[in-house]
């Protein structure tokens, strides 16, 4: 009996290797594919030898690379209209300042522009910033900055993602859907007695552990939105996946999103192996709603700084309870499967004791 409860052991080590190596090995190439070391020049600076001895050319440069630095934009950078149209003035900044008859023609939505240039008009009451967008090679026209951001948004499939889910309306819709759905299924498994995350879970930490990463990646993003705002938002005009390029709180953020991902990955497949299809498939639609639930509270709740006590309060929640009601204490004497107490065997009928 004891050569047995051994073999048990180490096939179940066997057993759970062969489960933790891949996503381990796939979070390792991961992070190591997507490092770059490359020399870290803005395209701002001069990189022709004969320009810092044109003494016009290296100030425009550097009034260029000041400009960059705070605005987070610069000349040669892409935005697509995100609003219904945008309205750009074919005469020059100062001949609109001068009351001069001025003719203007409109971009809609989804079309692309591309910054021209940059004059800053300090005798503007209204705006000090004027950009010049340019639609195609033909038609160039200048807009006050104050007017061109909240109706673009960079031409970047991450800071578009950003800009999309940012914005207020669709928040409020996404909260009250997620609210409503969550509460559905929350009653659908609590009248079934299925499986669900911290109250009648699996015997396995990757779903406590998914949603201790989205409570935490939802508190970090609070943070930096309300301590550091200015990294975010140089973030959203640049953005990377690469957590080894950014400053250490945003890196931080960025890995928790890759770990969001692969332990999302493992918890489909575990979620997979331990449960019936139609089981999996209710399992997994109340992780979500979790996840959803907590993103919601500890993104709002933190802008108040009550986020930080309930992200302490929610861990030790969270693991006590995968502790007392999903780590398995004991394993069947006869097939090898893991028991939650002693007593007949659910999947072979043999009595442990």
């Not at 179940?12 to 489960?19: E, H, I, N, P, Q």
């Not at 001068?98 to 203007?104: A, E, G, H, L, Y």
């Not at 928790?256 to 493992?266: E, N, Q, R």
């Not at 930080?308 to 309060?313: G, I, Q, R, T």
Request: hydrophobic content about 45%.
């Amino acid at each position: 009996m004891h050569n047995h409860n051994n073999e048990v052991k180490m096939e179940r080590k066997r057993y759970l290797w062969k489960r933790c190596a891949p996503v381990f090995l796939f979070f390792y190439f991961t992070l190591v594919s997507c490092y770059s070391d490359k020399a870290k020049t803005h395209d701002a600076l001069p990189v022709n030898s004969e320009t810092p001895y044109d003494t016009a050319a290296y100030q425009r440069a550097m009034d260029s690379l000041t400009f960059s630095s705070r605005h987070h934009y610069s000349e040669n950078y892409n935005f697509v209209v995100k609003s219904d149209s945008l309205l750009l003035l074919k005469q020059m900044p100062e001949e609109v300042m001068s009351m001069v008859p001025t003719d203007s023609f409109s971009v809609k939505r989804h079309e692309h522009l591309v910054v021209a240039d940059i004059r800053i008009m300090p005798n503007d009451s209204i705006d000090s910033v004027w950009v010049q967008l340019a639609r195609d090679q033909n038609t160039f026209g200048w807009v006050h900055e104050s007017q061109l951001l909240p109706n673009v948004m960079p031409d970047d499939p991450i800071s578009q993602f950003i800009s999309v889910f940012s914005d207020t309306h669709l928040l409020i819709f996404l909260i009250i859907i997620s609210l409503i759905g969550m509460t559905y299924v929350m009653r659908l498994i609590m009248r079934s007695n299925a499986k669900i995350v911290h109250f009648n879970d699996i015997d396995s930490i990757y779903p406590t552990l998914l949603v201790l990463i989205v409570a935490t990646s939802a508190t970090l993003y609070a943070t930096i939105q309300l301590f550091t705002p200015e990294i975010w938002r140089h973030f959203y005009y640049h953005p990377t996946l690469n957590p080894f390029s950014v400053p250490p709180i945003l890196s931080m953020f960025l890995i928790l999103v890759w770990s969001m991902l692969i332990v999302g990955l493992a918890c489909v497949d575990v979620v997979r192996h331990y449960l019936p299809f139609g089981a999996a498939v209710l399992y997994l639609c109340g992780l979500a709603a979790v996840c959803a639930f907590n993103y919601i509270i500890f993104s709002l709740t933190t802008l108040y700084y009550i986020g930080y006590v309930l992200l302490v309060v929610y861990f030790y929640y969270a693991l006590k309870r995968y502790h007392e009601r999903s780590h398995c204490k004991y394993t069947c004497g006869n097939c090898g499967a893991m028991l939650h107490k002693k007593g007949r065997c659910p999947y072979c009928g043999v009595m442990n004791e």
